[in-house]
């Protein structure tokens, strides 16, 4: 009989740009469904990060700081539980902070 079950998997990331990346991979990866995946800030505030990244890192005067940096990026996904082991390596080499399971 099949494991149909699902683990709830949460990983922190620093910036917004770590955040994306890690979600492209488990599409694109793993095969998981956009809408499966969530990004919200890990805090109550609203937050781009706590470190800027991708376009406000490139902007000509210098790091751009009119970004709310407030706290770091939270993306959960529920998956099947024979993916855990797989899913929190990739967030791991995407740059989380953290990676827990529930």
Request: charged share 30%; no cysteine; hydrophobic share 35%.
């Amino acid at each position: 009989m099949a494991d149909d079950s699902t683990t709830t998997i949460r990983a922190t990331f620093e910036t917004r740009e770590a955040a994306d990346l890690a979600v492209e991979h488990l599409v694109q990866q793993h095969g998981i469904a956009r809408p499966d995946i969530f990004i919200q800030s890990a805090t109550d505030r609203n937050s781009a990060g706590s470190a800027p990244s991708g376009g406000d890192v490139s902007h000509e005067e210098g790091a751009r700081r009119d970004a709310p940096l407030e706290g770091e990026i939270e993306v959960s996904v529920d998956i099947a539980s024979r993916q855990v082991t797989a899913v929190e390596r990739r967030l791991g080499d995407a740059g989380a902070l953290r990676v827990s399971s529930r």
